[in-house]
Nanobody
């Protein structure tokens, strides 16, 4: 399984970006997906997750109401729409694939494949 994330960049406070993550393999539709991020000098943290079956979503409190995770199983792609961006959202964003038929989760240990990351920088 390989993941390729893209869509990061430099944006001003209040702006928007849409991240995409394309996943290789034929079992994408049976796996939960998530986004994590790691800011400068910080630990990696959970951002959002989406179920494999009912499209249920789960967000970190820090992004709730501003970010939206979605998936397109026909394209093996998961998205993260980020609105009202703040300087504290500056980080490398990673997509991750969960185990088959697993629950959406905020724990990094529940994901077994990770993308290479894409940099998001929000200027003040």
């Amino acid at each position: 399984v390989q993941l390729q994330a893209f869509g990061g960049g430099l944006v001003q406070t209040g702006g928007s970006l849409r991240l995409s993550c394309v996943v290789s393999g034929r079992t994408f539709s049976s796996k939960p997906m998530a986004w994590f991020r790691q800011g400068p000098g910080k630990e990696r943290e959970f951002v959002a997750a989406i179920s494999w079956n009912d499209g249920g979503t789960y967000y970190a409190d820090s992004v709730k109401g501003r970010f939206t995770i979605s998936r397109d199983n026909a394209k093996n792609t998961v998205y993260l729409q980020m609105n009202s961006l703040k300087p504290e959202d500056t980080a490398v964003y990673y997509c991750a694939v969960g185990y088959p038929y697993g629950d959406r989760s905020s724990a990094s240990g529940d994901y077994d494949y990770w993308g290479q990351g894409t940099q998001v920088t929000v200027s003040s």
